[in-house]
């Protein structure tokens, strides 16, 4: 018996509703809403950081059930201002949450969705506040650890080891004295912030080239392409990546998978999706916060790398949210 057809995702009408949020004297959010306004509230935490949202991203989400919730963080995407690094750490993402949810008038979230630094993310937010979360959806799972970070950008890593060339070009674009595998996300830093744009957007598409390379397992070159014909987004996504990475996501190393901050989201329900040929984010990080939460579900997706956009992930992130669709709304 053949097995069935993988889902094509969910199509979703225009927002209901979109619009822009102050959340500092310096930052607006940028937010809209899909599916069911009465629907069961799911957040959805976009990658990078520095990345940004757009109407794809609610193709994991039944529209007639979910009422979906997305945002662009602080520099991000449509947010504004754009690239902007002055007050903005993962404190302030955490606080900004809420921030829109009250805005929403949203007592709780049924669930809470996210891949990569979104990952990161949810699992903060449902660490501080856990009475919030009713259940948590993550893959490519990412904590910011040391560990990680080394994961693709110290030699003799495994990406470095997979793509030499490239990652010999991504280090050729800094100044010789910064190329030491210490000094990586310093040499970068230095020129994602200069004071010239022509320095920075070049220094960003050289960053945005290694990283979007090792995403999937195949390269996708219609992001390749983005790189060059979206300057605001490949600054923006580069240059707060970089100062993310730099400050270690502004927490102590192994903060999340720690027992005593595990110990807090441990009645919550919760599904991880990984790619096994994950390059950008270690899966042995999937597998501790599994080990560390025995009473959560692992999904290996054998044929899939970092990209939730990967079918194997893709159709495993689609059927899990079906699933968490149907348990009761409980306010």
């Excluded at 995403?215 to 240059?239: F, N, P």
């Amino acid at each position: 018996m053949s097995s069935p057809a993988p889902h094509p995702g969910y199509a979703h009408d225009d927002p209901f509703d979109e619009g822009f949020l102050s959340v500092s004297d310096i930052h607006a959010l940028y937010y809209h809403q899909y599916g069911n306004p009465d629907g069961k509230p799911v957040l959805f935490l976009h990658g990078g950081p520095g990345g940004s949202t757009s109407k794809p991203n609610t193709a994991y989400f039944n529209p007639s059930t979910y009422r979906v919730v997305l945002l662009d963080q602080r520099g991000s995407g449509r947010s504004t201002p754009t690239a902007e690094l002055r007050d903005n750490t993962t404190w302030h993402h955490l606080s900004d949450l809420e921030v829109l949810r009250t805005h929403l008038s949203i007592p709780k979230w049924h669930l809470v969705f996210g891949g990569s630094w979104g990952s990161t993310l949810a699992l903060l937010y449902a660490q501080h506040r856990p009475q919030l979360v009713g259940a948590l959806v993550v893959h490519g799972v990412f904590t910011v650890r040391e560990s990680e970070l080394d994961w693709r950008t110290r030699q003799p890593g495994p990406a470095v080891r997979l793509y030499p060339d490239l990652f010999e070009r991504f280090l050729a674009h800094l100044p010789e004295g910064d190329r030491d595998d210490d000094d990586v996300y310093g040499g970068y830093y230095r020129l994602l912030t200069s004071g010239d744009r022509a320095t920075a957007v070049a220094a960003a598409r050289a960053w945005n080239a290694w990283d979007v390379s090792i995403g999937t397992m195949r390269v996708d070159e219609g992001k390749l392409r983005r790189i060059d014909e979206d300057e605001g987004w490949s600054l923006s996504h580069a240059r707060l990546e970089c100062h993310y990475f730099l400050n270690r996501g502004f927490m102590e190393d192994g903060h999340i998978l720690r027992p005593e901050s595990l110990g807090k989201i441990r009645g919550i329900p919760m599904s991880v999706v990984q790619g096994r040929y994950d390059l950008v984010c270690p899966p042995q990080t999937a597998y501790e916060l599994r080990q560390g939460l025995p009473e959560s579900r692992l999904f290996w997706v054998p044929d899939a790398g970092h990209s939730a956009t990967e079918p194997g992930i893709r159709q495993k992130l689609i059927e899990v949210c079906d699933e968490y669709a149907q348990l009761p709304y409980e306010r």
